[in-house]
């Protein structure tokens, strides 16, 4: 969860500057649970489980590394009951700081 934190402490120096909310992974998975999401499947740019949903990205290309890709490709199913994060003082600066309601 220190990575879904950092994530978010990032994400007030960002929006300072203008900037729109960049994802990490362990920011994105969270999110996706707390909306209830059941399962998430991580994959790679311009690949998929499912044939019909593989060579769907549009987004620019740029040289990755497989620990940090610029892209997050997730496919999220089911529906599970929402999970409640540990973030909450982090979400508060946040939304104190970006006036997000």
Not at 32 to 53: I, K, M, R, T
Request: glycine letters at 6%.
């Amino acid at each position: 969860m220190k990575a879904a934190k950092d994530c978010l402490s990032l994400n007030r120096a960002f929006y300072a500057w203008g900037h729109k909310f960049p994802y990490n992974r362990a920011m994105l998975a969270s999110s996706l649970n707390e909306a209830g999401f059941q399962s998430l499947s991580w994959h790679l740019y311009g690949q998929s489980d499912h044939p019909v949903l593989n060579g769907l990205e549009c987004h620019a290309r740029y040289d990755d590394t497989p620990e940090l890709p610029h892209l997050l490709v997730v496919e999220a199913t089911g529906i599970a009951p929402p999970e409640t994060s540990d973030l909450g003082a982090e979400l508060d600066d946040y939304d104190r700081d970006t006036a997000v309601d």
